[in-house]
């Protein structure tokens, strides 16, 4: 008595999500037209990605951009427009996009990043890798539990402490829950079972590498850990 039947709670979550989505389509229009009017006025020759920056502050960050098939599909060189120094790309054939790492981004500014015909020859440096279960960068190494896709170990490499308390109640980003009865009843979140679980390389370059958890038998669906 007094709450929302499964039926009424289904449609009452439908029609929130519903506005949700209205208003984030709204504003992915709105930036987007506002992209398009500040980039219409940046010389730039050729082809070219423009960086913007919103922030009131300098900021570094990832640029990950779909670029036409054509010349997605050639051979070019990822130039700094201001500093004329070649950075290093990733590249994402399944849907024809780049990534890399912008730096110095002006604050409520932008960079121009021009696309220059030719054979890529600049290097990442430091420790980037994925193998089997495991990721690792210049700062932590992270393995994941195969049976069910949590973490099962999270290393601070500068001092080798282990993140993960291997004696908690619950596994390390494994799914738990409680409905409004055991909340009032002050009972603890009960942790989600896992019927089966696949982990896979979601990718492997030079910019970013990736695991993908894919499950069954629970709510929690898929974790992507990059």
Do not use: C
């Amino acid at each position: 008595p007094g709450y929302f039947t499964p039926e009424e709670m289904d449609r009452n979550n439908r029609i929130h999500l519903g506005w949700a989505a209205d208003a984030r389509n709204k504003a992915v229009e709105l930036a987007t037209l506002g992209d398009q009017r500040i980039t219409a006025d940046i010389p730039a020759q050729g082809d070219a990605i423009v960086a913007i920056n919103p922030l009131g502050r300098t900021r570094d960050g990832w640029v990950r951009k779909q670029l036409p098939a054509a010349l997605y599909g050639s051979s070019f060189k990822l130039i700094d427009h201001s500093t004329g120094l070649e950075l290093p790309y990733q590249r994402f054939d399944a849907s024809s996009e780049i990534l890399f790492r912008a730096t110095q981004l002006p604050s409520v500014g932008y960079r121009v990043y021009d696309l220059v015909a030719g054979t890529p020859s600049a290097s990442s440096s430091g420790v980037l890798s994925v193998a089997g279960h495991t990721l690792e960068n210049d700062f932590y190494s992270i393995s994941i539990d195969p049976a069910d896709g949590s973490v099962s170990s999270l290393v601070e490499k500068a001092t080798g402490r282990q993140l993960v308390d291997a004696a908690a109640g619950y596994r390390f980003n494994r799914m738990a829950n409680n409905v409004k009865n055991d909340v009032n009843a002050s009972n603890n979140p009960f942790e989600q079972p896992v019927a089966s679980a696949t982990v896979s390389i979601e990718a492997n370059g030079s910019q970013m590498v990736g695991l993908k958890v894919a499950r069954t038998g629970t709510p929690h669906k898929e974790t992507l850990y990059r």
